[in-house]
Protein backbone atom coordinates (compact mmCIF):
# COMPACT_ATOMS: atom_id res chain seq x y z
CA UNK A 1 0.00 0.00 0.00
CA UNK A 2 1.60 3.30 -1.36
CA UNK A 3 1.78 6.06 1.46
CA UNK A 4 0.11 8.20 -1.13
CA UNK A 5 -2.79 6.23 -0.33
CA UNK A 6 -3.11 6.86 3.07
CA UNK A 7 -3.88 9.33 5.94
CA UNK A 8 -0.67 11.06 6.28
CA UNK A 9 0.37 13.99 8.53
CA UNK A 10 1.61 17.42 6.42
CA UNK A 11 5.03 16.92 5.29
CA UNK A 12 7.94 17.91 7.11
CA UNK A 13 11.65 16.32 7.45
CA UNK A 14 12.32 17.37 10.58
CA UNK A 15 9.32 16.28 12.70
CA UNK A 16 11.34 14.33 14.81
CA UNK A 17 13.88 17.27 16.23
CA UNK A 18 13.09 17.45 19.69
CA UNK A 19 9.60 15.43 19.58
CA UNK A 20 8.46 13.26 22.28
CA UNK A 21 8.30 9.86 21.76
CA UNK A 22 5.36 7.25 23.50
CA UNK A 23 6.82 3.74 23.50
CA UNK A 24 4.23 1.28 23.28
CA UNK A 25 4.73 -2.40 24.52
CA UNK A 26 1.87 -3.79 22.30
CA UNK A 27 1.56 -7.43 24.78
CA UNK A 28 0.88 -4.81 27.45
CA UNK A 29 -1.25 -2.28 26.27
CA UNK A 30 -4.66 -2.71 25.81
CA UNK A 31 -6.28 -6.01 24.64
CA UNK A 32 -9.23 -6.39 22.31
CA UNK A 33 -10.33 -10.06 22.15
CA UNK A 34 -9.74 -11.27 25.88
CA UNK A 35 -6.73 -13.86 25.35
CA UNK A 36 -5.01 -11.82 28.26
CA UNK A 37 -1.91 -10.04 25.54
CA UNK A 38 -2.25 -6.54 24.16
CA UNK A 39 -2.98 -6.37 20.57
CA UNK A 40 -3.11 -3.74 17.63
CA UNK A 41 -7.11 -3.23 17.79
CA UNK A 42 -6.61 -2.51 21.33
CA UNK A 43 -3.82 0.39 20.28
CA UNK A 44 -6.11 1.95 17.82
CA UNK A 45 -8.54 1.92 20.75
CA UNK A 46 -6.19 3.94 23.33
CA UNK A 47 -4.50 6.15 20.64
CA UNK A 48 -6.63 9.45 21.77
CA UNK A 49 -4.83 8.67 25.45
CA UNK A 50 -1.64 9.64 23.77
CA UNK A 51 -2.63 12.27 21.80
CA UNK A 52 -4.40 14.20 24.86
CA UNK A 53 -0.70 13.20 26.47
CA UNK A 54 0.61 15.75 24.33
CA UNK A 55 2.89 12.94 22.33
CA UNK A 56 4.38 13.80 18.62
CA UNK A 57 4.59 10.30 17.69
CA UNK A 58 4.68 6.39 19.33
CA UNK A 59 6.70 3.63 18.95
CA UNK A 60 5.44 0.21 19.03
CA UNK A 61 7.85 -2.84 20.31
CA UNK A 62 7.72 -5.32 17.97
CA UNK A 63 4.73 -7.02 16.73
CA UNK A 64 5.93 -9.27 13.96
CA UNK A 65 5.48 -12.62 13.35
CA UNK A 66 8.09 -14.63 16.09
CA UNK A 67 8.49 -17.48 18.10
CA UNK A 68 8.47 -15.60 21.26
CA UNK A 69 11.08 -16.78 22.95
CA UNK A 70 11.59 -13.40 23.94
CA UNK A 71 8.92 -12.03 23.32
CA UNK A 72 8.69 -10.36 19.39
CA UNK A 73 12.90 -9.51 19.72
CA UNK A 74 13.12 -12.82 17.91
CA UNK A 75 11.80 -12.21 14.37
CA UNK A 76 10.84 -14.74 12.20
CA UNK A 77 8.92 -12.71 9.70
CA UNK A 78 9.66 -9.49 8.99
CA UNK A 79 6.69 -8.05 6.74
CA UNK A 80 3.77 -9.52 8.76
CA UNK A 81 2.09 -9.09 12.06
CA UNK A 82 2.16 -11.98 14.48
CA UNK A 83 -1.68 -13.24 14.77
CA UNK A 84 -1.20 -12.72 18.47
CA UNK A 85 -1.21 -9.16 17.80
CA UNK A 86 -3.87 -9.08 15.06
CA UNK A 87 -3.47 -8.29 11.43
CA UNK A 88 -1.38 -6.18 8.40
CA UNK A 89 -4.99 -4.44 8.17
CA UNK A 90 -4.80 -3.68 11.95
CA UNK A 91 -1.63 -2.53 11.82
CA UNK A 92 -3.15 -0.01 8.79
CA UNK A 93 -5.42 1.21 11.06
CA UNK A 94 -3.53 2.17 13.74
CA UNK A 95 -1.76 4.20 11.36
CA UNK A 96 -4.39 5.77 9.78
CA UNK A 97 -6.24 6.43 13.32
CA UNK A 98 -2.69 7.63 14.62
CA UNK A 99 -2.30 10.12 11.65
CA UNK A 100 -6.20 11.50 11.91
CA UNK A 101 -4.89 12.32 16.23
CA UNK A 102 -1.67 14.07 15.07
CA UNK A 103 0.90 11.29 15.74
CA UNK A 104 3.70 10.22 13.83
CA UNK A 105 4.08 5.99 13.75
CA UNK A 106 7.60 4.31 14.68
CA UNK A 107 8.31 0.62 14.80
CA UNK A 108 10.40 -1.12 16.18
CA UNK A 109 12.89 -2.82 14.15
CA UNK A 110 15.10 -5.72 15.36
CA UNK A 111 18.07 -5.94 12.31
CA UNK A 112 20.85 -7.31 13.90
CA UNK A 113 19.69 -10.61 14.40
CA UNK A 114 16.16 -12.76 13.91
CA UNK A 115 14.61 -16.46 14.91
CA UNK A 116 16.56 -19.50 14.34
CA UNK A 117 12.99 -20.61 12.59
CA UNK A 118 12.93 -17.29 10.53
CA UNK A 119 13.32 -19.06 6.69
CA UNK A 120 16.70 -17.24 5.99
CA UNK A 121 18.06 -19.02 8.97
CA UNK A 122 16.37 -22.58 7.90
CA UNK A 123 18.29 -22.25 4.98
CA UNK A 124 21.49 -20.45 5.88
CA UNK A 125 22.20 -23.93 8.64
CA UNK A 126 21.19 -26.27 5.75
CA UNK A 127 24.95 -26.72 4.69
CA UNK A 128 27.54 -24.28 3.39
CA UNK A 129 26.76 -23.59 -0.29
CA UNK A 130 23.40 -22.77 -0.29
CA UNK A 131 22.22 -19.79 -1.26
CA UNK A 132 22.13 -17.92 2.09
CA UNK A 133 25.06 -19.58 3.26
CA UNK A 134 26.61 -16.83 4.27
CA UNK A 135 23.97 -14.72 5.83
CA UNK A 136 24.87 -15.54 9.23
CA UNK A 137 27.97 -15.62 11.18
CA UNK A 138 29.21 -18.81 10.69
CA UNK A 139 32.59 -19.25 11.77
CA UNK A 140 34.70 -22.69 12.36
CA UNK A 141 36.01 -24.09 15.86
CA UNK A 142 38.95 -23.93 17.58
CA UNK A 143 41.50 -26.76 16.69
CA UNK A 144 40.27 -28.05 20.33
CA UNK A 145 36.55 -28.00 19.33
CA UNK A 146 35.64 -24.76 21.44
CA UNK A 147 33.99 -21.34 20.34
CA UNK A 148 36.58 -19.56 17.70
CA UNK A 149 36.88 -16.57 20.27
CA UNK A 150 35.42 -15.24 23.85
CA UNK A 151 32.68 -13.07 22.85
CA UNK A 152 29.67 -13.41 25.81
CA UNK A 153 25.70 -13.01 25.13
CA UNK A 154 24.17 -10.49 26.95
CA UNK A 155 21.77 -13.41 28.28
CA UNK A 156 24.45 -15.33 29.46
CA UNK A 157 27.07 -18.13 28.63
CA UNK A 158 29.12 -17.97 25.34
CA UNK A 159 27.69 -15.73 22.23
CA UNK A 160 28.41 -19.27 19.96
CA UNK A 161 26.12 -22.44 19.95
CA UNK A 162 27.32 -25.03 17.57
CA UNK A 163 25.53 -26.47 14.98
CA UNK A 164 25.86 -30.08 13.98
CA UNK A 165 24.57 -29.51 10.32
CA UNK A 166 27.36 -27.50 9.37
CA UNK A 167 29.24 -28.61 12.14
CA UNK A 168 30.19 -25.19 12.76
CA UNK A 169 29.39 -21.88 15.59
CA UNK A 170 27.39 -19.61 14.85
CA UNK A 171 27.05 -16.07 16.36
CA UNK A 172 23.86 -14.81 18.79
CA UNK A 173 24.52 -12.07 20.96
CA UNK A 174 21.54 -12.45 23.17
CA UNK A 175 19.41 -15.84 22.92
CA UNK A 176 20.62 -19.11 21.07
CA UNK A 177 17.64 -18.87 19.53
CA UNK A 178 18.55 -15.21 18.29
CA UNK A 179 20.82 -15.85 15.23
CA UNK A 180 23.41 -13.07 14.28
CA UNK A 181 22.65 -11.72 10.34
CA UNK A 182 26.10 -11.26 8.58
CA UNK A 183 25.87 -7.41 7.74
CA UNK A 184 29.30 -8.57 5.88
CA UNK A 185 27.11 -9.75 3.10
CA UNK A 186 25.82 -7.28 0.78
CA UNK A 187 22.50 -9.37 0.36
CA UNK A 188 21.51 -9.32 3.39
CA UNK A 189 21.85 -5.53 3.88
CA UNK A 190 19.74 -5.27 0.96
CA UNK A 191 17.01 -7.67 2.01
CA UNK A 192 17.13 -5.47 5.01
CA UNK A 193 16.35 -2.01 3.44
CA UNK A 194 13.24 -4.18 1.66
CA UNK A 195 12.37 -4.81 5.09
CA UNK A 196 12.47 -0.97 5.66
CA UNK A 197 10.70 -0.20 2.47
CA UNK A 198 7.90 -2.33 3.21
CA UNK A 199 6.59 -0.28 6.42
CA UNK A 200 7.30 2.93 5.11
CA UNK A 201 5.25 1.97 2.11
CA UNK A 202 2.34 1.37 4.42
CA UNK A 203 2.40 5.31 5.75
CA UNK A 204 5.03 4.56 8.89
CA UNK A 205 7.03 7.65 10.12
CA UNK A 206 10.10 6.21 11.49
CA UNK A 207 11.72 3.31 13.16
CA UNK A 208 13.51 2.69 16.52
CA UNK A 209 16.78 0.52 15.63
CA UNK A 210 17.39 -1.98 18.54
CA UNK A 211 20.69 -2.74 19.30
CA UNK A 212 22.46 -0.37 16.61
CA UNK A 213 25.33 -0.99 17.24
CA UNK A 214 25.67 -4.67 17.12
CA UNK A 215 25.08 -4.77 13.44
CA UNK A 216 28.62 -5.78 12.37
CA UNK A 217 30.97 -7.82 14.35
CA UNK A 218 34.88 -8.04 13.99
CA UNK A 219 35.41 -9.94 10.31
CA UNK A 220 38.03 -11.66 11.61
CA UNK A 221 36.39 -12.27 15.18
CA UNK A 222 39.34 -11.46 17.50
CA UNK A 223 38.71 -11.70 20.93
CA UNK A 224 37.95 -9.05 23.27
CA UNK A 225 40.18 -7.89 26.24
CA UNK A 226 39.04 -7.91 29.68
CA UNK A 227 37.68 -4.74 31.06
CA UNK A 228 39.24 -3.82 34.77
CA UNK A 229 36.49 -4.45 37.65
CA UNK A 230 37.10 -0.95 38.07
CA UNK A 231 36.06 -0.10 35.01
CA UNK A 232 32.85 -2.16 34.94
CA UNK A 233 29.62 -0.61 34.15
CA UNK A 234 26.11 -2.98 34.72
CA UNK A 235 23.82 -0.45 32.86
CA UNK A 236 23.54 -3.02 29.72
CA UNK A 237 24.01 -6.10 31.96
CA UNK A 238 23.10 -6.35 35.46
CA UNK A 239 26.52 -6.85 37.72
CA UNK A 240 26.03 -11.21 38.09
CA UNK A 241 26.33 -11.23 34.37
CA UNK A 242 30.12 -12.03 33.30
CA UNK A 243 29.23 -9.92 30.00
CA UNK A 244 30.85 -6.86 32.21
CA UNK A 245 34.05 -8.45 32.66
CA UNK A 246 34.80 -7.45 28.73
CA UNK A 247 35.90 -4.59 27.05
CA UNK A 248 34.03 -5.13 24.07
CA UNK A 249 36.00 -3.96 21.21
CA UNK A 250 35.10 -6.46 18.37
CA UNK A 251 32.00 -8.10 18.84
CA UNK A 252 29.93 -4.61 18.27
CA UNK A 253 30.79 -0.59 17.50
CA UNK A 254 32.76 -1.61 13.93
CA UNK A 255 33.56 0.99 11.93
CA UNK A 256 31.86 -0.43 8.87
CA UNK A 257 28.50 0.01 10.76
CA UNK A 258 28.79 3.62 9.50
CA UNK A 259 28.52 3.11 5.81
CA UNK A 260 25.20 0.84 6.64
CA UNK A 261 23.82 3.59 8.12
CA UNK A 262 24.50 5.88 5.41
CA UNK A 263 22.60 3.58 2.96
CA UNK A 264 19.70 3.37 5.59
CA UNK A 265 19.12 6.61 5.65
CA UNK A 266 19.15 7.13 2.24
CA UNK A 267 16.35 4.41 1.99
CA UNK A 268 14.63 6.62 4.53
CA UNK A 269 15.11 10.18 3.15
CA UNK A 270 12.34 9.48 0.06
CA UNK A 271 9.47 8.96 2.44
CA UNK A 272 10.59 12.02 5.52
CA UNK A 273 11.21 8.85 7.83
CA UNK A 274 13.26 9.34 10.90
CA UNK A 275 15.03 6.76 13.04
CA UNK A 276 16.27 6.41 16.60
CA UNK A 277 19.06 3.89 17.42
CA UNK A 278 19.07 2.12 20.65
CA UNK A 279 23.25 1.92 22.08
CA UNK A 280 24.00 -0.45 24.22
CA UNK A 281 27.54 0.32 25.12
CA UNK A 282 28.45 1.32 29.12
CA UNK A 283 31.61 2.57 28.27
CA UNK A 284 31.24 4.48 24.77
CA UNK A 285 27.41 5.04 24.60
CA UNK A 286 27.86 8.60 23.96
CA UNK A 287 30.79 8.76 21.56
CA UNK A 288 28.65 6.17 19.75
CA UNK A 289 25.85 8.08 19.54
CA UNK A 290 28.04 11.58 18.19
CA UNK A 291 29.30 8.73 15.29
CA UNK A 292 26.01 7.11 14.30
CA UNK A 293 23.72 10.76 14.71
CA UNK A 294 26.27 13.60 13.36
CA UNK A 295 26.42 14.86 9.66
CA UNK A 296 23.36 14.61 8.70
CA UNK A 297 23.81 11.31 6.11
CA UNK A 298 23.40 8.14 9.00
CA UNK A 299 20.40 7.58 11.69
CA UNK A 300 18.66 11.23 13.05
CA UNK A 301 18.67 10.61 16.78
CA UNK A 302 20.25 8.03 19.37
CA UNK A 303 19.78 7.37 22.96
CA UNK A 304 22.54 6.08 24.93
CA UNK A 305 21.95 4.91 28.57
CA UNK A 306 23.31 7.53 30.54
CA UNK A 307 19.80 8.44 31.85
CA UNK A 308 18.61 5.15 31.86
CA UNK A 309 21.03 3.51 34.18
CA UNK A 310 20.58 2.51 37.75
CA UNK A 311 22.70 5.60 39.74
CA UNK A 312 20.25 8.28 40.21
CA UNK A 313 20.28 10.77 37.87
CA UNK A 314 21.95 13.72 40.07
CA UNK A 315 22.56 17.59 38.79
CA UNK A 316 26.42 16.96 38.52
CA UNK A 317 25.80 13.87 36.40
CA UNK A 318 23.40 16.04 34.08
CA UNK A 319 25.81 18.63 33.85
CA UNK A 320 28.58 16.24 32.98
CA UNK A 321 26.73 13.76 30.10
CA UNK A 322 26.44 17.47 28.85
CA UNK A 323 29.66 18.43 28.92
CA UNK A 324 30.83 15.22 27.59
CA UNK A 325 28.23 15.40 24.92
CA UNK A 326 29.47 18.73 23.69
CA UNK A 327 33.53 18.07 24.00
CA UNK A 328 32.42 14.41 21.78
CA UNK A 329 30.02 16.22 18.71
CA UNK A 330 28.11 19.21 19.49
CA UNK A 331 25.82 19.03 16.51
CA UNK A 332 24.49 14.47 17.73
CA UNK A 333 21.50 14.52 18.36
CA UNK A 334 20.05 12.36 21.65
CA UNK A 335 16.98 10.92 22.14
CA UNK A 336 16.82 10.71 26.12
CA UNK A 337 14.54 8.46 28.49
CA UNK A 338 14.48 7.47 32.31
CA UNK A 339 12.42 4.25 31.53
CA UNK A 340 11.66 1.56 28.66
CA UNK A 341 10.62 -2.02 28.60
CA UNK A 342 14.43 -2.94 29.55
CA UNK A 343 15.47 -1.34 32.76
CA UNK A 344 13.37 -0.99 36.41
CA UNK A 345 10.68 1.62 35.75
CA UNK A 346 12.69 5.00 37.12
CA UNK A 347 10.36 5.97 40.31
CA UNK A 348 11.40 2.41 41.55
CA UNK A 349 14.87 2.19 40.07
CA UNK A 350 15.83 5.90 41.68
CA UNK A 351 13.88 5.83 44.83
CA UNK A 352 11.71 8.39 43.78
CA UNK A 353 9.04 10.25 45.96
CA UNK A 354 5.82 11.69 43.76
CA UNK A 355 7.00 15.43 44.21
CA UNK A 356 10.92 14.41 42.93
CA UNK A 357 9.14 12.49 39.84
CA UNK A 358 7.70 15.29 39.11
CA UNK A 359 11.03 17.40 39.31
CA UNK A 360 12.79 14.88 36.96
CA UNK A 361 9.62 15.12 34.12
CA UNK A 362 9.80 18.53 34.07
CA UNK A 363 13.66 18.51 33.23
CA UNK A 364 13.22 16.28 30.55
CA UNK A 365 11.14 18.18 28.60
CA UNK A 366 13.43 20.97 29.12
CA UNK A 367 16.46 18.70 27.88
CA UNK A 368 17.69 19.45 23.83
CA UNK A 369 16.94 16.61 21.92
CA UNK A 370 14.17 14.27 21.32
CA UNK A 371 12.18 12.63 23.94
CA UNK A 372 10.77 8.93 24.56
CA UNK A 373 8.77 8.10 26.95
CA UNK A 374 7.43 4.63 28.71
CA UNK A 375 4.12 3.86 28.72
CA UNK A 376 2.74 3.96 32.11
CA UNK A 377 5.22 6.73 33.26
CA UNK A 378 2.77 9.40 32.74
CA UNK A 379 0.72 7.50 35.70
CA UNK A 380 3.95 7.70 37.99
CA UNK A 381 3.94 3.49 37.84
CA UNK A 382 6.24 1.97 40.16
CA UNK A 383 7.64 -1.55 39.26
CA UNK A 384 6.05 -3.88 39.57
CA UNK A 385 6.79 -7.12 42.11
CA UNK A 386 6.70 -10.35 39.95
CA UNK A 387 7.04 -13.71 41.60
CA UNK A 388 9.18 -16.45 40.24
CA UNK A 389 6.65 -18.88 38.99
CA UNK A 390 4.48 -15.95 37.32
CA UNK A 391 8.24 -14.63 35.44
CA UNK A 392 8.18 -14.74 31.91
CA UNK A 393 11.50 -13.14 30.43
CA UNK A 394 14.16 -15.27 29.88
CA UNK A 395 17.29 -12.86 31.14
CA UNK A 396 14.90 -13.27 34.56
CA UNK A 397 14.75 -16.83 34.65
CA UNK A 398 18.90 -16.94 33.78
CA UNK A 399 19.79 -14.65 36.54
CA UNK A 400 17.09 -15.19 39.56
CA UNK A 401 16.75 -14.14 41.68
CA UNK A 402 20.09 -11.74 41.68
CA UNK A 403 18.44 -10.09 38.70
CA UNK A 404 14.58 -10.31 37.74
CA UNK A 405 14.16 -9.98 34.36
CA UNK A 406 12.39 -7.25 32.97
CA UNK A 407 9.05 -8.53 33.27
CA UNK A 408 8.55 -5.97 36.62
CA UNK A 409 8.75 -2.99 33.91
CA UNK A 410 6.12 -5.01 31.58
CA UNK A 411 2.93 -5.29 33.60
CA UNK A 412 -0.15 -4.48 31.76
CA UNK A 413 -1.16 -0.58 31.70
CA UNK A 414 -3.64 0.13 33.95
CA UNK A 415 -7.11 1.80 32.45
CA UNK A 416 -9.63 1.70 34.79
CA UNK A 417 -9.59 1.02 39.01
CA UNK A 418 -13.31 -1.43 38.51
CA UNK A 419 -11.90 -5.13 38.05
CA UNK A 420 -8.14 -6.47 38.95
CA UNK A 421 -6.61 -6.14 35.57
CA UNK A 422 -7.35 -2.59 35.90
CA UNK A 423 -9.37 -2.56 32.54
CA UNK A 424 -6.59 -4.12 30.73
CA UNK A 425 -8.34 -7.36 29.58
CA UNK A 426 -11.50 -9.11 30.12
CA UNK A 427 -9.34 -12.26 30.00
CA UNK A 428 -6.25 -13.55 32.34
CA UNK A 429 -3.27 -10.73 31.61
CA UNK A 430 -0.01 -13.02 30.11
CA UNK A 431 1.61 -10.74 33.34
CA UNK A 432 -0.28 -10.06 36.56
CA UNK A 433 -1.64 -6.22 37.13
CA UNK A 434 -0.36 -5.67 40.63
CA UNK A 435 -2.51 -3.54 43.25
CA UNK A 436 -0.69 -1.22 43.98
CA UNK A 437 -0.75 -0.19 40.48
CA UNK A 438 -4.82 0.06 40.02
CA UNK A 439 -5.05 3.43 41.92
CA UNK A 440 -2.85 5.02 39.63
CA UNK A 441 -5.63 4.26 36.58
CA UNK A 442 -5.97 6.67 34.09
CA UNK A 443 -9.45 6.62 35.13
CA UNK A 444 -8.65 7.35 38.86
CA UNK A 445 -5.95 10.31 37.65
CA UNK A 446 -8.36 11.95 34.82
CA UNK A 447 -9.77 15.01 36.09
CA UNK A 448 -7.83 15.87 39.02
CA UNK A 449 -5.24 18.59 38.21
CA UNK A 450 -2.82 17.46 41.26
CA UNK A 451 -2.51 13.79 39.49
CA UNK A 452 0.60 12.62 37.70
CA UNK A 453 -1.19 12.39 34.49
CA UNK A 454 -1.83 16.02 34.61
CA UNK A 455 1.80 17.08 35.42
CA UNK A 456 2.33 14.88 32.44
CA UNK A 457 0.25 16.98 30.01
CA UNK A 458 0.76 20.10 31.67
CA UNK A 459 4.53 19.37 30.99
CA UNK A 460 4.51 18.03 27.19
CA UNK A 461 1.89 21.17 26.97
CA UNK A 462 4.57 23.24 27.66
CA UNK A 463 7.44 22.00 25.55
CA UNK A 464 5.25 22.05 23.03
CA UNK A 465 4.22 25.66 23.42
CA UNK A 466 7.85 27.11 23.21
CA UNK A 467 9.64 25.51 19.97
CA UNK A 468 12.65 26.96 21.68
CA UNK A 469 13.13 23.85 24.16
CA UNK A 470 12.30 21.62 21.08
CA UNK A 471 14.80 22.96 18.81
CA UNK A 472 17.11 25.79 20.35
CA UNK A 473 20.38 25.46 21.35
CA UNK A 474 21.49 24.91 24.94
CA UNK A 475 24.26 26.19 27.29
CA UNK A 476 26.58 23.80 29.03
CA UNK A 477 24.60 23.12 32.09
CA UNK A 478 25.51 24.32 35.91
CA UNK A 479 25.25 21.97 39.02
CA UNK A 480 25.51 23.88 42.19
CA UNK A 481 24.69 21.68 44.98
CA UNK A 482 21.31 19.44 43.95
CA UNK A 483 20.25 22.22 41.22
CA UNK A 484 21.30 21.93 38.00
CA UNK A 485 20.26 25.42 35.54
CA UNK A 486 20.91 25.92 31.74
CA UNK A 487 19.67 28.39 29.33
CA UNK A 488 17.74 27.31 26.23
CA UNK A 489 17.93 29.63 22.98
CA UNK A 490 15.83 29.88 20.24
CA UNK A 491 12.84 31.92 19.55
CA UNK A 492 13.35 32.92 23.17
CA UNK A 493 15.52 32.90 25.47
CA UNK A 494 14.38 30.49 28.29
CA UNK A 495 16.28 29.85 31.86
CA UNK A 496 15.98 26.40 33.25
CA UNK A 497 16.76 25.36 36.74
CA UNK A 498 15.43 21.87 38.57
CA UNK A 499 16.38 21.23 42.07
CA UNK A 500 16.92 17.47 42.24
CA UNK A 501 17.40 17.17 45.89
CA UNK A 502 15.45 16.43 49.04
CA UNK A 503 16.87 20.17 50.61
CA UNK A 504 16.27 24.02 49.70
CA UNK A 505 18.74 24.57 46.85
CA UNK A 506 19.92 28.53 45.05
CA UNK A 507 20.36 29.05 41.23
CA UNK A 508 21.45 32.26 39.77
CA UNK A 509 19.96 33.96 36.62
CA UNK A 510 21.75 35.14 33.96
CA UNK A 511 22.04 38.92 33.81
CA UNK A 512 18.78 40.73 32.22
CA UNK A 513 15.16 40.82 32.85
CA UNK A 514 13.33 37.60 33.64
CA UNK A 515 9.46 36.79 33.71
CA UNK A 516 8.38 33.54 35.41
CA UNK A 517 6.66 30.97 33.26
CA UNK A 518 5.03 27.69 33.48
CA UNK A 519 3.58 28.44 36.56
CA UNK A 520 1.26 25.13 35.94
CA UNK A 521 4.40 23.53 36.88
CA UNK A 522 5.26 24.68 39.83
CA UNK A 523 7.47 27.29 38.61
CA UNK A 524 9.47 29.93 41.10
CA UNK A 525 9.30 33.24 41.16
CA UNK A 526 13.11 35.05 41.21
CA UNK A 527 14.26 38.44 42.51
CA UNK A 528 17.29 40.02 42.15
CA UNK A 529 18.79 37.47 40.01
CA UNK A 530 18.07 34.49 42.53
CA UNK A 531 16.09 31.96 42.93
CA UNK A 532 15.44 29.64 46.27
CA UNK A 533 14.03 26.29 45.21
CA UNK A 534 12.09 24.36 47.57
CA UNK A 535 13.20 20.06 47.06
CA UNK A 536 12.74 19.30 43.93
CA UNK A 537 11.49 22.77 42.94
CA UNK A 538 12.14 24.06 39.69
CA UNK A 539 12.35 27.95 38.38
CA UNK A 540 11.21 28.48 34.05
CA UNK A 541 11.53 31.65 33.32
CA UNK A 542 12.05 33.59 29.79
CA UNK A 543 13.96 37.05 29.03
CA UNK A 544 12.15 39.75 28.21
Known sequence: MQPENRTVLAADPDWWRGAVIYQIYPRSYQDSNGDGIGDLVGIVERLPHIARLGADAIWISPFFKSPM?????????????????????????????????????????????????????????????????????????????????????????????????????????FL??????????PAVQEALFDVARFWLKRGVDGFRLDTINFYIADK??????????????????????????????????????????????????????????EVGDAQRGLEIM?????????VQMCYPFEMLQPTRLTAALVADTFRRMEETAPDAWPCWAYSNHDVVRHVTRWGLTDAAARAYTTLMMTLRGSLCLYQGEELGLPEAEIAYEDLQDPYGLEFWPEFKGRDGCRTPMVWTTDNANGGFSDGTPWLPVKAPHLP?????????????????????????????????????????????SFVRKGDEVIFCAVNLGAEPGEATLPTGIWERIATDLGSQTAQGGQVTLPPWGVCLARQV
Not at 127 to 140: D, I, L
Open 176 to 185: TSQPDLNFHE
Open 440 to 484: LSVAAQEGDPASMLAHYRAALAFRRAHRTLRTGTMSEPRDFGDVV
Open 290 to 298: AEYTSGGDK
Open 69 to 173: KDFGYDVSDYCDVDPMFGTLADFDRVVDTAHRLGLRVMIDLVLSHTADVHPWFKESRKNRTNPKANWYVWAEPKGDGTPPNNWLSIFGGSAWSWDNRREQYYLHN
Open 220 to 277: YLRDNPPLPKALRNDSIAPSVNPYNHQLHLFDKNQAENLEFLRKFRAVLNPYGAAAVG
